[in-house]
C-alpha cells in the first residue's frame, strides 16, 4: 500500500509541474499584457518599457522557472489589475467557494446514492424511469438558466431563500442545489450501473445461495461493493465543482473564486489568472489523488497487492 | 431406506422471456434423489442443466417463471414456501450450491474467514467460537494448510482450485442435506479437477449429503454419481443408474452422445457425430424435441411427444424406439480411406532450442520480474504429420504457437519454416506457409465483417485475384469446410460456435498453407459438434495435404487424431514421441500424473455392471 | 456387420452442421429498432427540427435578427398583456425580433456544438487507438497527457484563453474542441485494449495485415457504435460549454445571437420580463436535451444489440 501511495503522489507532483507549466505557455502565448496595462494607443516604448519592468521579455523557460520558484517561496506573484499580493486575494475568496462546494457534494449525495440504488432495484419501473428521465433533464439544463430560474420562483414567487450574497448560511441553498444538481445524473446513474453490475455479479448469486435476501443482501454484500467507484468520483466531482463555481457565484453574487477568477480574465490580470489556474489544477490533483488512496484502501484487491 | 426420497420432483418447468419470446429452458423436469445419493445430470449447452439447479435453489432470474407439480426437500415444499423465508431457513442450510466459476464467486471484499463463518446467521445456536473453531476444521479438512491464518486472507490471493475449495468448506458448514454443484471443475486445469472430485466423494460419504453434480464432462460422471440424468433441449430423455445409462443407453441422444466422445480411431477412421446442432427452444416443439437431428426418427415423431418408457426398474427414457431395439444413432462415418497421408519424412517447421522470456512490470516505478514462457523448446514438425501439443495453462503452449507463427520473436533459439527463419519470411510469404486456427470460435471472428469478407480477407490483401474470383474462391473454401453458401453474407454473431469455427479454418485455408496452427480448436465447443470439426480437420489433411501442430489439454482429442505428442510443461517439453509410445507407456512423471487424472466413460466396466442387453454390441472404436 | 444399418442420408447434408432448425434471421434491422426507442425518436425529432431551422433559418424567421427598433424594445410576447402579434416572442432591450435571433442563435449553437465535438473526436479517438494498441510508453505517455488535461479547470481556462485570444465563433469552437477530447480518449482506449486482444487480431497479423491496416480495417470499425455516442453526448457539452462562455461574456459577443448571450442580457430585468431569460433557456434545454436523448438511445441500442 505504501508503494502504491508514493507512486502516486510522485505521479500527481509530475502533473503538477506539467500542468503548471502549461497554463503558463498557453496564457502567456495567448496574450500581451504590457499593452494592456499600458492602454490603447500607447507608444511601442512604453508597451516595451514595461515588459521589461514585468519581466517580459525574457525566455518563456526562465520566466517559468522563475515564476515557479517564487511559487515555492510562497510568493504568487501580484496582481496587474488589483495591485495585491495574489496569495492574500486568493485567501480571502477560498472560504466561499469551499463551503459553496462542499454543500453542493452533499446535496448530490442525498438525492443521487439514493434514487440511483432504487433505481438499480427495481429496473424499467416507473421509479427507474423517472429518475432517469430526471437525469436527463437536469443534465441537458444550463447551470445559469437553472440558477436564474430558482431565483424567480424563490426570490419572487415565494421567497423563501435569499437570492444574492454570502454572509448567512441559507445564503447557501440555492446555489448549492444549482451547483450539486449539476453533478447528480452523473452519480445517479453511476450508482445505478454499480448497483446493477454488483446485483448480477457471481458472488452475489453466491451469498443468495448462502441465504441473503432483502436488506441485508443489499446493505452487507451489495453496497460496499457497488459504492468503490462512486467514492473516486465524488472527489473527482468536488475538484470540479471548485473549479467550475463561477458561474454559480456570478448569478447568486457571491464573493468566491470562481466569480473572482471571471474578474480578472476579464481585467486581463494575468498573475492572478495563472496563479488561479495553477490552484485548481492542484486541488483537483490533490483531490483526485486522495480518491485513488481511498479507493485502495477500501479495495482489498489493491490494498494488498 | 424406507421412507420418501430426499428430493422430489415432477415436471419442473422454467420459462424465461427474451425480449418478446418466452424461452423454454425446462421442460417436464421429473426425477427423485435420496439421501446420500449422487445423481449427475449430463447436458450439452442450451440443455437445461443448469437452469434446472437453479430452480432447485431459487436462485432463477427475477424475469423466469418456475412451475412443477411437486417439488420437495425432506418435509419443505419448496413451491409454497416464499422467497425470504427460503433464504432464511434453506438456502446455505439445509440446501447449498457451489458454481462454476470460483474466480469470480467469492465477494472480493470480505476475507474467507468472514464469509465461511456468515453463513451461521447471528442469534443460532452455536457461539462465536464455535463457529471459528468449526471454519477452521473445514478448511483443514478440504485440504488446506494452515488454516488459522488463511482465514484472513481475501478471495484474490487464492488461486482458482483453492477458491473452489473454499466455496466447498463455506457451503457445508450447516451440513446441508443436499450440495448441488454446477460445473464445479469445468473452470479449473485436469489435475486440479481431479482432486475436488475425489474431495466432493469423499465429504459425501463422511455427511451422508445427497449431490447432484450438473456437467458436461461424461467422464467425470460416470465415475462417481450413482444415477444419470440426461437432458436435451430442455427436457429429460434418460435417466437411470449411471451403469445402465451409459452401459446401455436407450435413447438415440445418449447412444450418439457416447459414440461422438473423442478416443482411439484405426488409420484415420472418423469419428461417429451428431448432425446439427441444439436448438433453442423459443417455441415447444410439436413432438420430440430430438427428432430432427435423429437417424432413427419416424413420422410419430413429429407428431406427438413420445412416451416415457422403462428399460428396466428405474432405467426411463423418452423415446418411442423399444428398449434394445435399436442401434448407434449415428452418422456411419465413411470408411477409412485406404491410402490415408503417411508422414513424409519431410520437415515443414523445426524449432531449435526456442527461448522465451517476459519482463513483468506491474507499475511505472514497479520492479521488473521475468516469466520465462518457453524453455528450450526443440520440435520438428514433418509434412502431413499431426503433431499434438499438450499442456495445461501456463505451460506456455500458446506462447510457443505465437513464436512458431512468426508473430513473436523469440529471445532465443530459431524457429525454421521450409528451411528459412520463420522471422526473416515476409509476411506475404509466411501467411501462405503457416496459419492459426484459434480456441474461442467467438473471438477468433472480427463482429464487424461478413463471413464472406472475413474469409476473403486474406485474397483481398494479397491482391492477387479480382473480387469476382475473390467471391468464387471463398465460396469454395466454405464449401470445403461444409458451410452453405447462404451464409455468405450473414455475420458471426448469426452464425452458431461450430459454424464459426469452421469459417475459422476457412480463412486459415485459403492461402493453401501448409501447416495450420491449432489452438484448443475444440475446447470451447460441445462434443458433438467437436467430433464434426475434428472429423473437418481429418479430412482437410487427406484432401488438401495439410499439416497440424494440434494444441489441446485433451488428451481424448490427441487420442483420437494425433501422430506425435508433445507434452509441455512450465516451458519445457518433458516428453516427446510417438502417440502409441506416449500414451502407453509415458516416461515423464508428469505425463503420469496428467494421464491418471483424465477421468473416461469406462465402457468394459460400464457394461459389466449393466442390468441388462448383455447382446448389444460394442459402439466401434470405444474401448479403452 | 449388416446390423449395423445405418443410414447415410444424415451422414453427407448435416455433417455440414448447417442449421437444422432456428433459421438465424437476417442481420436485425436497426431501424427498426430505432422507431421502437421512444427516447431516440424524440431526440432526433427535435435535433432534427433545429437543423432545419438553422439551415433554413434566413428563410423562416420574420426578421434580420440584427435589425434594430428602438421604439418597439422589450416587448413581450403575444401571450402578454402589452404583446404585439408582429413580434410573436416580443423584442430584447435594442428593438431586435426575440424569435428572428432565437432562431439565428440556433445556427451558432449548432455550429458551434457539432464543430467542437468534430475536434475532440479527432484528438481523443486518434490517441486513445494509438495508446490502446500500442501499449508500452506511448501508453503511458498519453495517460499523463490526459492526467494533466483532466486536472486543467476546463471553463476557467476557456474563459481565459477565448477572452485572451479573441473571442469569434471559430476562437470558440477550437478552443472547446480542444479541451474536451477526454471522455473520447479513455472510452476509445479501453475498447482498443480490448479488442487488440482478441483473437481476430492475430488471425489478421496472421495474414499479414500492417499495424496501420489493423487499426484501420479491423478494430476502427468496431468503434464506430460507441464513438457516435460519446460524439452526441459531447454535442451538449459543448453547446453548455459555449453558452455559459456567453452568458459570462466572455464567449460569443454581440451583435451575433447566441443564446446564452441573449439570457445574459436580459438578466438584468429579470424579474420584470422573465421571458427574455427564460426563453433561450428552453432553447438550450431543448437541444442539449436531444442531443443527450440520441446519445443514450444509441447506447441503449447498441448494448441490446451485442447481446448474443
Given amino acids: 500500500m505504501l508503494r502504491y501511495a508514493s507512486k502516486r503522489v510522485v505521479l500527481a507532483v509530475l502533473v503538477a509541474l506539467a500542468v503548471s507549466f502549461a497554463a503558463f505557455l498557453l496564457l502567456s502565448v495567448a496574450t500581451d499584457p504590457a499593452s494592456a496595462i499600458a492602454g490603447e494607443g500607447a507608444e511601442p516604448e512604453m508597451i516595451e518599457h514595461i515588459r521589461e519592468q514585468l519581466g517580459l521579455n525574457r525566455p518563456l523557460l526562465v520566466q517559468y522557472g522563475s515564476w515557479l520558484l517564487h511559487v515555492f517561496h510562497g510568493d504568487f506573484g501580484t496582481s496587474y489589475y488589483w495591485h495585491q499580493p495574489v496569495g492574500t486575494l486568493i485567501l480571502h475568496h477560498l472560504p466561499v467557494t469551499l463551503t459553496l462546494a462542499l454543500s453542493a457534494i452533499f446535496v448530490t449525495l442525498i438525492v443521487a446514492i439514493p434514487l440511483g440504488t432504487i433505481a438499480a432495484l427495481y429496473p424499467n419501473s416507473l421509479i427507474d424511469r423517472l429518475s432517469l428521465g430526471l437525469a436527463v433533464s437536469a443534465q441537458a439544463m444550463p447551470s445559469f438558466w437553472l440558477a436564474l430560474v430558482l431565483i424567480i420562483l424563490f426570490g419572487v414567487m415565494i421567497p423563501i431563500f435569499p437570492i444574492s450574497g454570502d454572509a448567512h448560511a441559507w445564503n447557501y441553498v440555492l446555489p448549492a442545489i444549482v451547483l450539486g444538481a449539476h453533478s447528480v445524473p452523473a452519480v445517479m446513474r453511476l450508482t445505478r450501473v454499480g448497483v446493477m453490475d454488483v446485483m448480477a455479479s457471481d458472488y452475489i448469486r453466491t451469498a443468495r445461495a448462502k441465504g441473503f435476501y432483502g436488506y441485508r443482501l443489499l446493505s452487507r454484500q451489495v453496497m460496499r461493493n457497488a459504492l468503490l467507484p462512486v467514492v473516486s468520483v465524488l472527489s473527482v466531482q468536488l475538484g470540479y465543482k471548485l473549479g467550475g463555481s463561477v458561474v454559480t457565484e456570478t448569478v447568486f453574487a457571491m464573493n468566491g473564486l470562481g466569480r473572482f477568477a471571471l474578474q480578472s480574465i476579464v481585467g486581463g490580470d494575468i498573475p492572478t489568472v495563472q496563479m488561479l489556474v495553477v490552484l485548481f489544477a492542484m486541488t483537483f490533483i490533490g483531490l483526485t489523488l486522495l480518491a485513488d488512496l481511498l479507493n485502495a484502501w477500501l479495495d482489498p484487491r489493491i490494498r494488498l497487492a | ?624 | 456387420m449388416s446390423e449395423m444399418d445405418l443410414s447415410f442420408k444424415a451422414a453427407a447434408a448435416s455433417e455440414t452442421g448447417g442449421e437444422l432448425l432456428d433459421a438465424a434471421p437476417a442481420r436485425p434491422k436497426i431501424w427498426r429498432n430505432i422507431l421502437h426507442h421512444p427516447g431516440l425518436m424524440l431526440g432526433l425529432a427535435i435535433l432534427g427540427i433545429l437543423v432545419i431551422l438553422a439551415a433554413f433559418a434566413p428563410w423562416v424567421s420574420p426578421y434580420n435578427p440584427y435589425d434594430q427598433n428602438l421604439p418597439q424594445r422589450l416587448l413581450p410576447p403575444f401571450w402578454v398583456h402589452g404583446g404585439d402579434a408582429a413580434h410573436l416572442l416580443g423584442t430584447d432591450h435594442l428593438g431586435r425580433d426575440y424569435l428572428s435571433r432565437l432562431i439565428y442563435g440556433a445556427r451558432v449553437s449548432l455550429l458551434i456544438g457539432f464543430g467542437a465535438a468534430s475536434i475532440g473526436c479527432l484528438i481523443g479517438v486518434t490517441l486513445g487507438m494509438c495508446a490502446g494498441f500500442f501499449g508500452g510508453i506511448i501508453d503511458r505517455i498519453v495517460s499523463f497527457i490526459l492526467t494533466c488535461q483532466l486536472a486543467l479547470p476546463g471553463l476557467l481556462l476557456a474563459m481565459a484563453l477565448v477572452f485572451l485570444i479573441g473571442p469569434s465563433v471559430g476562437v470558440v469552437i477550437c478552443v472547446i474542441g480542444f479541451l474536451h477530447w477526454s471522455y473520447y480518449l479513455v472510452v476509445t482506449r479501453a475498447a482498443t485494449q480490448k479488442i487488440r486482444d482478441l483473437e481476430y487480431i492475430t488471425a489478421a497479423r496472421a495474414i499479414g495485415s500492417s499495424r496501420l491496416q489493423i487499426m484501420v480495417t479491423e478494430i476502427l470499425p468496431n468503434l464506430f457504435s460507441e464513438i457516435i455516442v460519446i460524439f452526441s453526448l459531447e454535442v451538449g457539452v459543448a453547446v453548455l460549454a459555449e453558452a455559459a462562455l456567453s452568458f459570462l461574456g466572455v464567449g460569443i459577443q454581440p451583435p451575433t445571437s447566441s443564446w446564452g448571450l441573449m439570457i445574459a442580457e436580459g438578466k438584468v430585468s429579470v424579474f420584470l420580463r422573465p421571458w427574455l431569460v427564460i426563453l433561450p433557456g428552453i432553447f438550450i434545454f431543448l437541444l442539449v436535451l436531444a442531443a443527450n436523448l440520441v446519445g443514450d438511445g444509441l447506447r441503449d441500442l447498441m448494448s441490446n444489440e451485442s447481446r448474443r
Fill in chain 2, 1 to 624: 431406506m424406507a421412507g420418501r426420497p430426499l428430493l422430489e420432483v415432477r415436471n419442473l418447468c422454467v420459462t424465461l422471456p427474451v425480449g418478446a419470446r418466452k424461452l423454454h429452458a425446462v421442460r417436464n423436469v421429473t426425477f427423485t434423489l435420496e439421501r446420500g445419493e449422487a445423481l449427475g445430470v449430463v447436458g450439452e449447452s442450451g440443455s437445461g442443466k443448469s437452469m434446472t439447479s437453479l430452480a432447485l435453489m431459487n436462485l432463477l432470474p427475477r424475469s423466469a417463471v418456475r412451475e412443477a407439480d411437486v417439488l420437495r426437500l425432506g418435509e419443505h415444499d419448496l413451491l409454497a414456501i416464499d422467497k425470504q423465508e427460503f433464504s432464511r431457513s434453506l438456502a446455505g442450510k439445509r440446501m447449498a450450491m457451489i458454481f462454476q466459476e470460483p474466480m469470480t464467486s467469492l465477494n472480493p471484499v470480505y476475507t474467507i474467514g468472514q464469509q465461511i463463518m456468515e453463513m451461521t446467521l447471528p442469534g443460532a445456536a452455536r457461539s462465536a467460537k464455535d463457529i471459528r473453531d468449526r471454519a477452521i476444521y473445514l478448511l483443514e479438512r478440504i485440504g488446506i494448510p494452515d488454516a488459522a491464518g488463511r482465514l484472513k486472507q481475501y478471495p484474490h490471493e487464492l488461486s482458482g482450485g483453492l477458491r473452489q475449495r473454499v466455496m466447498i468448506a463455506m457451503m457445508l458448514m450447516n451440513e446441508p442435506d443436499l450440495l448441488i454443484a454446477d460445473e464445479p471443475t469445468t473452470a479449473l486445469d485436469v489435475t486440479v479437477q481431479a482432486s475436488i472430485l475425489k474431495l466432493l466423494m469423499e465429504l459425501r460419504k463422511e455427511l451422508g449429503m445427497a449431490l447432484i453434480l450438473v456437467s458436461h464432462d461424461l467422464g467425470v460422471v460416470s465415475q462417481s454419481m450413482d444415477k444419470i440424468a440426461v437432458m436435451y433441449a430442455g427436457e429429460l430423455v434418460e435417466t437411470g443408474p449411471v451403469s445402465d445409462v451409459l452401459g446401455a443407453p436407450q435413447h438415440p441422444y445418449t447412444q450418439g452422445l457416447l459414440a461422438s466422445i473423442p478416443a482411439a480411431r484405426d488409420g484415420g477412421a472418423r469419428l461417429p457425430s451428431i448432425p446439427g446442432t441444439v436448438p433453442a427452444l423459443f417455441s415447444l416443439p410439436e413432438g420430440c424435441v430430438f427428432a430432427p437431428r435423429c437417424i432413427h426418427v419416424q413420422p410419430p415423431c413429429r407428431v406427438t411427444r413420445p412416451p416415457v418408457q422403462s428399460a428396466h426398474n428405474d432405467h426411463l427414457y423418452r423415446c418411442v424406439m423399444t428398449p434394445d431395439s435399436h442401434r448407434l444413432a449415428l452418422s456411419h462415418p465413411p470408411a477409412a480411406r485406404a491410402n490415408a497421408s503417411r508422414p513424409s519424412p519431410d520437415t515443414l517447421l523445426s524449432a531449435r532450442h526456442v527461448g522465451c522470456t517476459f519482463t513483468i512490470r506491474t507499475g511505472l516505478l514497479a520492479k521488473a520480474r521475468s516469466l520465462v514462457a518457453v524453455d528450450d523448446v526443440s520440435l520438428d514438425i514433418g509434412e502431413g504429420e499431426i503433431v499434438a501439443l499438450v499442456g495445461e495453462s501456463g505451460s506456455g503452449k500458446s506462447t510457443l504457437a505465437r513464436i512458431l507463427l512468426g508473430l513473436q520473436a523469440p529471445d532465443k533459439g530459431e524457429v525454421l519454416i521450409a528451411g528459412t527463419p520463420v522471422q526473416s519470411v515476409p509476411p506475404f510469404e509466411r501467411a501462405k506457409l503457416v496459419q492459426p486456427v484459434f480456441q474461442d470460435p467467438y473471438s477468433s471472428l472480427n463482429p464487424r465483417k461478413t463471413i464472406g469478407q472475413s474469409i476473403g480477407r486474406p485474397l483481398e490483401l494479397h491482391g492477387q485475384d479480382s473480387s469476382a474470383e475473390r467471391e468464387k474462391i471463398v465460396e469454395r473454401t466454405m464449401e470445403l469446410v461444409g458451410l452453405p453458401k447462404r451464409l455468405f453474407n450473414n455475420y458471426p454473431s448469426q452464425l452458431s460456435g461450430g459454424q464459426r469455427q469452421r469459417v475459422a479454418i476457412a480463412r486459415a485455408i485459403i492461402l493453401k498453407p501448409k501447416l495450420l496452427i491449432c489452438d484448443e480448436p475444440t475446447s470451447a465447443l460441445d462434443v458433438s459438434v467437436q467430433a464434426q470439426i475434428l472429423n473437418l480437420l481429418l479430412d482437410l489433411r487427406d484432401e488438401l495435404g495439410l499439416s497440424y501442430l494440434l494444441i489441446t489439454h485433451d488428451l481424448a482429442v490427441v487420442d483420437c487424431v494425433a501422430t506425435r505428442i508433445a507434452v509441455m510443461h512450465r516451458g519445457r517439453i518433458v516428453e516427446l514421441g510417438s502417440k502409441d509410445d506416449v500414451l502407453s507407456s509415458p516416461g515423464h512423471p508428469y505425463t503420469r500424473t496428467l494421464l491418471g487424472s483424465v477421468l473416461k466413460v469406462d465402457m468394459p466396466a460400464l457394461k459389466a455392471r449393466a442390468g441388462h442387453a448383455p447382446g448389444l454390441p460394442d459402439h466401434a472404436g470405444l474401448l479403452r
